[in-house]
């Protein structure tokens, strides 16, 4: 189970009601949280694969948010499994030289 910050429950709440969502939408429907705090939410979302990024094709300053997919998700977390392997085996590695 992943524990999230408030902040983060509320932006995955939004994501009920719309399909996607831009940074400045989020802030604009959750006054009570500060920007500092979704701008590290979302952040947080998307480093734990839950929340995807997609490009803006008419403003590419700006980018939509939105839930992954099942196999988004997937990918995500075989990726990072990899990645943590790979890692414990380099360490494993030189401990044992």
């Not at 979302?42 to 700006?62: A, E």
């Given at each position: 189970?992943?524990k999230?910050r408030?902040?983060?429950?509320?932006?995955?709440?939004?994501?009920?009601?719309?399909?996607?969502w831009?940074?400045?939408?989020?802030?604009n429907?959750?006054?009570?949280?500060?920007k500092?705090?979704?701008?590290?939410?979302?952040?947080?979302?998307n480093d734990?694969?839950i929340v995807?990024k997609?490009?803006?094709?008419?403003?590419?300053?700006?980018v939509?948010?939105?839930?992954a997919?099942?196999?988004?998700?997937?990918?995500?977390?075989?990726?990072r499994k990899?990645?943590?392997?790979k890692?414990?085996?380099?360490?494993?590695?030189?401990?044992s030289?």
């Amino acid at each position: 189970m992943i524990k999230l910050r408030k902040s983060a429950n509320e932006i995955l709440k939004l994501f009920q009601d719309q399909k996607q969502w831009t940074q400045d939408e989020i802030e604009n429907s959750l006054p009570n949280f500060h920007k500092d705090d979704i701008k590290y939410s979302l952040r947080k979302l998307n480093d734990k694969g839950i929340v995807v990024k997609i490009p803006n094709l008419r403003d590419m300053r700006r980018v939509y948010h939105r839930i992954a997919t099942q196999d988004e998700f997937s990918e995500t977390f075989e990726s990072r499994k990899m990645f943590n392997i790979k890692f414990y085996q380099s360490i494993s590695r030189l401990i044992s030289n």
